[in-house]
């Protein structure tokens, strides 16, 4: 995880780092720099630097994505302030550093993931605990009264038994279509 320091000015909309991978000792405007930034973050970044040079937040914190081929793709975390007046009293440059997070992103994802899959394994267990509930009960009740069926000694019985099993048994096909 590494930090590098970076300036920026709000009124040449211009950024230097004296130490970057891609830019080292070199200036690029905020439009070059944001074509390195994931679509989704540019506007948060953009708004930082905004916000912060015109004075309504005190320090800029934001996560962003970028995709510099040399890198491939990254997250960083960019904290700046501001730095310097002109005789006006209006901000002339931000300071600030950048902190590669990506290995904290992959680890906070990894464990999001890990704990989804937990999750997933939890109901994948409770619901087999349940079906084996749902399915055992007219199971149960098929092979008892079949037994039944088996020493009842007269018609009546033998009747009662075998509705009481047809009817367990379409419960139990229901049951086996509807969890199919």
Known sequence: MYKRQWEYNPDT????SPRSTVFEGMTISLDEYLSFVDLEDRDLLRKGLEDLACGKIHVMEVQIRTMVPALGDR????????????????????????????????????????????????????????????????????????????IADNAEDEKLYSDIINQNSEILLQLINDIL
Not at 92 to 100: A, T, V, W, Y
């Open 75 to 150: 997250w960083f975390e960019m904290h700046a302030v501001p730095y310097g007046r002109n005789e006006n009293g209006k901000i002339r440059k931000l300071i600030g550093l950048r902190r590669d997070i990506t290995d904290l992103k992959m680890t906070n994802e990894l464990i999001r993931l890990r704990n989804k899959a937990e999750e997933g394994n939890r109901l994948k267990s409770a619901f087999l605990a349940n079906m084996s509930h749902e399915i055992r009960t007219p199971l149960n009740a098929i092979v008892g009264f079949s037994h039944l069926m088996t």
């Open 13 to 16: 909309r211009i950024f230097y």
